[in-house]
């Protein structure tokens, strides 16, 4: 299975696909530039469904941009092209002899790269009256998200960092690993891949204490997240479909809340207390998601705070009093919260013009948390709030707008450690915004840490390499993974490094690689699988990011139909016997005439009679069957196709990865799990 962000990826595709969809890439000049708005016209046409499949894969593979037109009048359009890299290309119709354009007709550009990086686009149409893009905000969409590698060798690591190198290399393989937590004492460390969560000892580390193997429902996913309290008595974990808190004793949980699409889960360090991120979408607003906080002792929440936007990060101070959070678009802002209450204490201004509010840590007394962007205009790289004063400390700007992904900090606040996607690091104290120390390194950083103390700092990313820096001594030190680091934890005394691999949160980003400047030949042109073969097939689309290949299951119906016609011809053979021998149909002579036969007419009542019953039987079979499906499918990340009315669904949507995409052609009939109010 190769984990894509499908979407979220993609999520997460990732974390989900609005979630992956907001981050933007802003270069002066370059493609990914703000765009002006369009006048909005009484003769506008539409362009819905705007995308391109596959969402991520190698280079030198097919991808298909495609945007469906249609216009209220059936007016053909005058020009459909799309804005690529700079440039505007004219789209073709995938199909030439469809005119219907008021019901929709669907374009597609093919493109092949031959290099990695970023693709920045958009489309626009005019039927000569008025105009409409799709797949744009302010600023153009960016994809495929292109690697050169498969994610295919994806590992859990320990690193001791007193040996200076990795003393555990467990393979998940094409399981990514969504996140790795190490207890402050450094004992215990657990990890949340795709498919299962996984319980270790650092004394023994190879071979986990136990598993938890996720559901089909919970698994295949890039989003969720795993948490860890400080002595690893106490795990919470969030999936695509549930929370569940475990005690280290046992991989039987403690509780579960069940239906809870969660994205991303925090705990205190006392393990009294934690809190999840929850989508929530309705009709009106699909991005909404919902922050929950417990005790963890009930599964019944102490209080729920709704937002119509998405959260992207949590963190809870050391005994669970405060608690801070992150939103993307359209919020973008910072927040604090108390246990006792869901009105926040800090609900900050909008910190960036068109991207995110990334990653947020907060000090254990809780006074004061840190804050990243995912970069662009009016944004910083860092932002530090003061609780009390509700006010902002300080923020820097390194000037390059890249989003930072990465981030760590002190218990005590006094060391703030932050990394971005350009491979700088920067070092910072609570006091001032001018850094102590800055690293630059060839990864873009998606994982980072810091030791209580401040003297050992470890960052991982796109280059597959953890990097040690030990300030004490003034040493850096490399180590070797056969991924993308996604995630990594330092044990408070700063003695291991508990790592992971995969590649969340380096989708939809020009990242810094290897190969970055590669020119491929493409001798071989790599065709992707089709999104759906045929009607009557259950598509599984997968993780969100799309690790998972498609799983194609050809929907089961009983023969009711042929038992229904076997029925009718035994009534007709009946009613044509009683016929024959009441009206000598066979024209017998007087004396020859036929009388009923008791046995013929038992004969064909009985076979009447089981033919009805298998009839109603197959008949409720094949509907109950139907109906599972409808309402399975979404649950485990796909959707039925039955015809032509879900060509568009069957073509664009992604029925199943817990966001209602309306412009991906989903709604409450053809995608009920996603798009019913919460």
């Known amino acids: 299975m190769k984990k894509v962000l499908f979407f979220l990826i993609?999520?997460?595709?990732?974390?989900?696909?609005?979630?992956?969809?907001?981050t933007k890439e802003y270069t002066p000049d370059a493609p990914g530039r703000m765009i002006p708005k369009l006048p909005q016209t009484p003769n506008d046409p539409e362009l819905v469904g705007g995308h391109v499949y596959p969402m991520w894969g190698?280079?030198?593979?097919?991808?298909?941009?495609?945007?469906?037109?249609?216009d209220k009048e059936g007016r053909p359009p005058k020009y459909i092209q799309i804005y690529f890299n700079g440039k505007m290309i004219d789209l073709e119709k995938e199909n030439q002899t469809d005119n219907d354009y008021k019901r929709g007709v669907k374009y597609i550009y093919k493109y092949v790269p031959k290099k990695i990086g970023a693709n920045f686009y958009y489309f626009e149409a005019s039927n000569g009256l008025g105009k409409a893009r799709a797949s744009i905000i302010d600023s153009p969409d960016n994809g495929p998200v292109l690697f050169e590698s498969a994610l295919d060798k994806n590992e859990i690591g320990l690193i001791d960092t007193q040996k200076g190198e990795k003393i555990l290399s467990y393979p998940t393989k094409d399981e990514w690993v969504d996140q790795v937590v190490i207890s402050n004492d450094g004992k215990y460390f657990a990890a949340k891949t795709t498919k299962n969560i996984l319980f270790f000892e650092t004394a023994n580390p190879q071979k986990p204490l136990w598993e938890y193997k996720l559901e089909l429902g919970e698994a295949g996913d890039m989003v969720g997240g795993i948490a860890l309290s400080a002595d690893g008595s106490v795990i919470a974990v969030a999936t695509s479909a549930k929370v569940l808190v475990f005690d280290k004793v046992s991989n039987k949980p403690r509780w579960v809340a069940e239906n809870m699409q969660s994205i991303g889960v925090t705990l205190s360090d006392d393990g009294q207390y934690m809190a999840a991120i929850i989508t929530t979408p309705d009709e009106k607003n699909t991005n909404a998601t919902t922050v929950v906080f417990w005790q963890t002792k009930d599964k019944n929440p102490l209080w729920e705070y709704y937002n119509i936007a998405n959260f992207h990060d949590l963190d809870l101070s050391s005994d669970g009093s405060f608690l801070v959070a992150t939103t993307g678009c359209p919020?973008?802002?910072?927040?604090?919260?108390?246990?006792?209450?869901?009105?926040?204490?800090?609900?900050?201004?909008?910190l960036t013009y068109d991207s995110p509010v990334q990653k947020t840590r907060?000090?254990?007394?809780?006074?004061?948390?840190?804050?990243?962007?995912?970069?662009?205009?009016?944004?910083?790289?860092?932002?530090?709030?003061?609780?009390?004063?509700?006010?902002?400390l300080w923020k820097f700007d390194d000037g390059s707008r890249r989003a930072a992904r990465s981030l760590g900090m002190t218990p005590d606040g006094n060391f703030i450690v932050v990394g971005n996607m350009k491979g700088d690091l920067y070092l910072f104290s609570k006091e001032n915004n001018t850094p102590l120390a800055k690293w630059q390194f060839p990864s873009s950083f998606g994982a980072l840490d810091i030791a209580d103390d401040g003297q050992l700092i470890a960052a991982g990313g796109t280059d597959k390499k953890v990097y040690l820096i030990d300030r004490k001594n003034n040493q850096q030190k490399e180590i070797v993974f056969n991924e993308f680091v996604d995630t990594l934890d330092v044990s408070g005394d700063g003695r291991y490094v508990a790592v992971g691999t995969g590649a969340s949160p380096y989708f939809f980003e020009d990242i810094l690689g290897v190969d970055r400047n590669k020119i491929y030949t493409c001798e071989t042109i790599i065709e992707p699988k089709p999104r759906a073969q045929n009607s009557g097939i259950i598509i599984n689309n997968g993780p969100q990011n799309g690790q998972g290949k498609p799983k194609e299951t050809k929907a089961i119906n009983f023969p009711g139909m042929?038992?229904?016609?076997?029925?009718?011809?035994?009534?007709?053979?009946?009613?044509?016997?009683?016929?024959?021998v009441k009206f000598n149909l066979l024209r017998k002579p007087k004396e020859n005439l036929l009388k009923i036969n008791k046995k013929i007419v038992i004969i064909l009542s009985a076979l009447s009679g089981i033919l009805l019953i298998l009839t109603l039987v197959f008949s409720f079979m094949n509907k109950f069957i139907s109906k599972t499906q409808q309402q399975e499918a979404p649950q485990k990340g796909g959707q039925i196709m039955t015809g032509p009315d879900q060509k568009e669904i069957k073509d664009q949507g992604v029925c199943g990865n817990t966001l209602c995409e309306p412009s991906l052609g989903e709604d409450k009939q053809n995608c009920p799990k996603d798009c019913s109010a919460q």
Not at 368 to 384: C, E, K, Q, V, Y
Request: glycine residues 8%; proline residues 4%; positive net charge.
């Open 562 to 580: 042929l038992a229904g016609f076997a029925f009718l011809a035994s009534i007709l053979a009946l009613g044509g016997y009683f016929l024959t």
């Open 362 to 392: 907060i000090t254990a007394d809780g006074r004061t948390a840190a804050f990243t962007t995912d970069g662009g205009p009016d944004s910083s790289l860092l932002l530090l709030f003061d609780k009390d004063s509700k006010q902002l």
């Open 58 to 70: 190698p280079v030198c593979q097919r991808y298909t941009y495609s945007v469906v037109y249609r």
């Open 10 to 22: 993609v999520f997460f595709f990732i974390f989900t696909l609005p979630v992956l969809a907001e």
């Open 331 to 350: 919020d973008r802002r910072a927040y604090i919260f108390s246990k006792d209450s869901n009105k926040p204490l800090l609900r900050s201004e909008g």
